[in-house]
């Protein structure tokens, strides 16, 4: 009698940390790129189990909206913005905004804040700090949510 296979344990959900200011500082060829200390807005986003974590910096992000806008380009998914453009919508039920708030990043300090809360999307997961205290590129960072 053949035994059978054992069901595989569930996947992790997987966490992805985007921070845009790399990429918009390079468009604005800014001499050094980003600088090292830097912050704004981010956004957290699921997909299923998996959670994209997006910040925008400040110097281009003057709403949670532009942070969607940008992660939902990057991922090459179909948006809409509504409410004077103060919301942006990923049009696909599979995608939700759990939640935003503000960032500051550290590098040489090897820091990262996240605080506050959205008026479009409401207050982030508190257990995001947690997710991206595991996060191998967090390895040795302080990560405080206040």
């Known amino acids: 009698m053949a035994t059978p296979n054992p069901t595989p344990p569930p996947a992790r959900p997987a966490i992805t940390f985007r921070d845009f200011s790399h990429d918009v500082h390079a468009a604005l060829g800014t001499p050094g ?4 200390v830097r912050g704004g807005k ?8 998996d959670l994209h974590i997006a910040c925008g910096p ?5 709403y949670h909206a532009d942070v969607v806008e940008r992660l939902a380009r990057a991922l090459g998914l179909v948006y809409s913005r509504a409410g004077a453009g103060q919301r942006c919508v990923i049009d696909s ?4 905004v759990l939640g935003g708030g503000h960032w500051q990043l550290d590098d040489q300090a090897m820091t990262l804040e996240l605080s506050g809360a959205s008026q479009a999307y409401g207050r982030y997961p508190r257990a995001v700090a947690d997710a991206l205290a595991a996060l191998p590129e967090f390895a040795g960072w302080r990560i405080s949510a206040v």
């Open 58 to 62: 400040r110097e281009v992000c003057a």
């Open 42 to 49: 981010f956004v957290v986003v699921a997909h299923a189990a």
């Open 33 to 36: 790129g980003a600088p090292t």
């Open 93 to 96: 039920p599979a995608w939700e």
